[in-house]
């Protein structure tokens, strides 16, 4: 079989599964235009509340496939620039979207498969699971947005550590730097996963989809720009049905039902 992203539904919730088999889910260039494809879809599906991100067979992702980078030396520069410039759109394909991603690891997320899982909204891993940049190992830089979400989620020092040196660092450790949410039982992460996601989906969509960009956009706003964000999606909100059903079902002591 070749690799490919394989999606699948349980209730409100979108599954993409990274499937490479043989090769621990290396990702290739034929997934990436799918990805994009299937969140720009999702995006549009108001029956779709969550979208949940993993890897068959207990393996997240092993990145990429070095053979075909070997390939790719003996072939024009914009060869390998447009196959980076797709995993990007991937990667920003993900942050754009209006629903939640969970990253459920099991294995190992390495390479670009560890920046898929950063680029998620929420991590859930495996207790042994293992995350790598080792791009150093073979003379290489991140891509995939690695060096930025790790720097800027993390201490210098530590981001720094993390690429330079190119060793696994377990989901324990990156659980206590505030990288992973959740660390489950090793073969669980993709249960718990869609657990959470069933209780995102319960949740009003329209102030998700908000705070969702909210968290996005902060990264790059003064704190006066972001006043001004925040009391824009306020009052949209407060008109917004969800409110209603929302402030109502607490007023009314029971569980609010948003369509």
């Not at 290739?28 to 599906?45: K, N």
């Not at 890897?55 to 980078?69: D, E, H, P």
């Not at 190992?137 to 993390?162: C, M, N």
């Not at 009391?231 to 948003?258: C, M, T, W």
């Amino acid at each position: 079989m070749s690799a490919e992203l394989q999606a699948a539904r349980r209730d409100a919730t979108l599954i993409l599964t990274l499937s490479n088999p043989g090769a621990k889910n290396a990702l290739h260039p034929d997934m990436y235009a799918a990805a994009i494809e299937t969140l720009s879809t999702a995006e549009r599906d108001d029956s779709i509340r969550a979208v949940v991100l993993t890897g068959a067979g207990n393996f997240f992702c092993a990145g990429g496939n070095l053979n075909q980078l070997l390939e790719n030396r003996t072939k024009d520069k914009s060869v390998q620039a447009d196959t980076i410039d797709n995993l990007h759109g991937w990667i920003e394909a993900i942050r754009d979207c209006p629903k939640p991603v969970i990253a459920a690891v099991d294995g190992a997320a390495a390479g670009a498969g560890f920046s898929l899982a950063l680029a998620c909204d929420m991590i859930v891993a495996g207790m042994s699971a293992k995350f790598v940049m080792a791009y150093v190992k073979v003379g290489l830089t991140p891509d995939g947005g690695a060096s930025w979400f790790l720097s800027q989620a993390l201490p210098r020092q530590i981001a720094t550590e993390i690429l330079i040196e190119g060793k696994p660092v377990l989901a324990p450790r990156l659980h206590e730097l505030g990288l992973v949410n959740k660390v489950v039982p090793d073969g669980s992460a993709l249960d718990a996963a869609l657990a959470w996601a069933d209780e995102l989906a319960a949740l009003s969509p329209n102030a998700v989809e908000r705070i969702k960009s909210l968290v996005r956009d902060a990264q790059g706003n003064s704190l006066a720009q972001h006043f001004e964000t925040e009391k824009h999606n306020f009052v949209e909100s407060l008109h917004h049905r969800d409110a209603q059903e929302g402030i109502s079902a607490f007023l009314e002591k029971r569980k609010p039902r948003y369509k």
